[in-house]
């Protein structure tokens, strides 16, 4: 995907037609001036065409420039969204991956707890493992979800 938010000749391209509209609007006073002084309807008549049409495309410069800077404000704005959602996408990731975490180390501690109790029953221990079996359903107890 291009991005267009930061790029430079995009800006240059605005830049340059705003100097278009400065330099149209100094040339058509520079005319207006100039056919004051002329006593030629003709070269005036042309002198006015020229004018009106440099007006136009010193507007048309104009608008350009500034549909431009707004469309890059969209585009701004479009992007600040993006890295919200993605910074709020990363917070989410994190919290699987410490509960993942958590997971883990619960069955990782409660195989554990199933080896002791094992090797209990296995010595001969039944009442040892008893009791441990009632202290680890006593410890897991609290954290058994309904």
């Not at 020229?50 to 800077?69: D, M, N, P, R």
């Not at 989410?92 to 029953?121: C, P, T």
């Amino acid at each position: 995907m291009k991005n267009e938010i930061f790029d430079l000749k995009g800006d240059a391209k605005e830049v340059n037609c705003l100097l278009f509209y400065i330099f149209g609007q100094f040339f058509m006073l520079f005319t207006i001036v100039i056919s004051f002084s002329i006593n030629s309807l003709k070269v005036m008549v042309i002198l006015s065409i020229i004018c009106a049409l440099l007006w136009i495309c010193s507007l048309l410069g104009l608008i350009y420039a500034v549909v431009s800077v707004i469309n890059k404000a969209k585009q701004l704005k479009k992007y600040d969204e993006m890295l919200l959602q993605t910074d709020y996408r990363l917070r989410i990731v994190k919290s699987i991956e410490k509960q993942n975490s958590q997971v883990r180390k619960f069955y990782h501690d409660l195989a554990n707890h199933i080896g002791v109790i094992e090797e209990l029953n296995k010595s001969g221990k039944k009442e040892e493992a008893k009791k441990y079996s009632e202290l680890v359903k006593k410890e897991y107890q609290d954290k058994v979800i309904e």
